[in-house]
Nanobody
Framework: HLVESGGGLALAGGSLTLSCAAS????????MGWWRQAPGKEREFVAA????????IYADHAKGRFTISRDIDKKTLYLQIYSLNAEDTAIYSC??????????????????WGQGTQVTVSS
């Protein structure tokens, strides 16, 4: 069970931190990721992190302005977004799963999805 929070209206140039609270017995072997879907566009990968070890990967569009992290004790995933711009307006969803052979930037790596939180950037 994944529940996102932290979305809302933000000013261009500002920053925002999204959270994803996870519940479940264990996430060993799992990865957790952030995805987003802008109006009229397909869902796209943003970033992912391994629950154990904290290895991270980012989509090219996210490198430099997005930071993914997790707090194991709180079972919470975070996404920090800096220098917000209008193109960041989207519904942001967190996801978790055992990737097996799937690439971390593929939806096939994730079996559990949150409902999403809306981020709207205004200039």
């Amino acid at each position: 069970h994944l529940v996102e929070s932290g979305g809302g209206l933000a000013l261009a140039g500002g920053s925002l931190t999204l959270s994803c609270a996870a519940s479940g017995p264990t996430f060993v072997g799992h990865i957790m990721g952030w995805w987003r879907q802008a109006p009229g566009k397909e869902r796209e990968f943003v970033a992912a992190v391994s629950w154990v070890g904290g290895r991270t990967i980012y989509a090219d569009h996210a490198k430099g302005r997005f930071t993914i992290s997790r707090d194991i004790d709180k079972k919470t995933l975070y996404l920090q977004i800096y220098s917000l711009n209008a193109e960041d307006t989207a519904i942001y969803s967190c996801a978790a799963g055992r990737p097996n052979s799937a690439a971390w930037f593929s939806t096939r790596a994730y079996q559990f999805w949150g409902q999403g939180t809306q981020v709207t950037v205004s200039s």
